[in-house]
């Protein structure tokens, strides 16, 4: 089954791509603009010869908030119900209020305590009216690609000097490669004919603040950079961390129903700075 991924984010689409390559599936990527009419839509549909749709516009509406978004993705839903496509859309914690600190369940009720969490509800209502429809939420990611959680972080090592983070709220950072690796099992189940629609939670485990996502970035990156001559150093922000905290996820019925097991954000934080590094010292050679 070839999979048709709508998506403008840089890092999503690389990791997505790297998957599809590893497992040997058949993939076309398109951005949202390319989705606003119907003919343009339906001519999208039928040269990229998709059997499934995988789009993440419900994570970049954190970006973009314009009803524009949610116009492109009825219209989609739309055609591919009438084409019988089925559709994965990637979405995230924030329908939730995360007040109580707990770890919220696909059932809870969506408790939406800012404008990006009530549009990642409404889009998720749009989806819902579909046939066939997946919902996989998710947390923040962070990757080697784009600007992200990891890359902004370390542009910010690299500026030296004191850098801050709150201890403040916890979130559970995700890896791209890693949420890849679930949209991909998924699909592959779904490609045998598993009948496990609806919504799924996932995310890494060990749920960390700020500081301590910076400080295990800072002992990795420390390999890369002269601290000393940057005089860098990592202290506590006295301010809390507006956009760090995050709802955090339970993942049981991911695992329980396609066999998909959390993998702690530690496990790639180490190989992934790296890759930030070595991808820019390549870079350079280049272009020498």
Not at 134 to 144: D, G, K, N, V, W
Request: overall charge negative; aromatic content about 6%.
């Amino acid at each position: 089954m070839k999979i048709l991924v709508i998506s403008s984010s840089l890092q999503l689409v690389d990791a997505l791509g790297a998957q599809f390559d590893r497992r040997e599936r058949r993939y076309a990527v398109a951005a949202a603009d390319q989705c606003q009419a119907e003919p343009q839509l339906e001519q999208l549909l039928s040269t990229s010869a998709a059997g499934m749709v995988v789009t993440a516009m419900g994570l970049e509406s954190l970006i973009r908030f314009d009803d524009a978004i949610l116009e492109t993705l009825a219209l989609l839903v739309k055609v591919c119900a009438r084409r019988g496509l089925p559709i994965l859309q990637l979405s995230g914690s924030q329908v939730f209020d995360g007040l109580d600190g707990g770890r919220h369940r696909e059932e809870d009720p969506a408790t939406p305590a800012s404008r990006a969490g009530a549009m990642l509800w409404r889009m998720e209502e749009l989806v819902r009216s579909a046939p066939s429809h997946l919902i996989l939420r998710t947390a923040p990611l962070y990757s080697a690609v784009g600007s992200n959680l990891l890359t902004r972080l370390l542009a910010d090592f690299r500026r030296g000097g004191v850098v801050e983070r709150s201890t403040g709220g916890q979130c559970s950072p995700t890896w791209a490669g890693d949420l890849a690796r679930v949209v991909s099992a998924i699909i592959d189940q779904l490609s045998c004919g598993a009948d496990c629609w609806g919504t799924y939670h996932y995310s890494s485990s060990d749920p960390i603040s700020s500081y301590q996502f910076a400080e295990t970035s800072l002992a990795v990156a420390s390999q890369y950079l002269d601290v000393e001559a940057l005089k860098l150093s990592l202290d506590i922000a006295t301010e809390r961390d507006v956009e760090w905290p995050r709802p955090l996820l339970n993942c049981d019925k991911i695992r329980s129903t396609f066999g998909v097991r959390q993998l702690p954000w530690r496990s790639s934080i180490g190989a992934v700075v790296q890759q930030v590094f070595e991808g820019e010292v390549n870079e350079q050679s280049s272009l020498c």
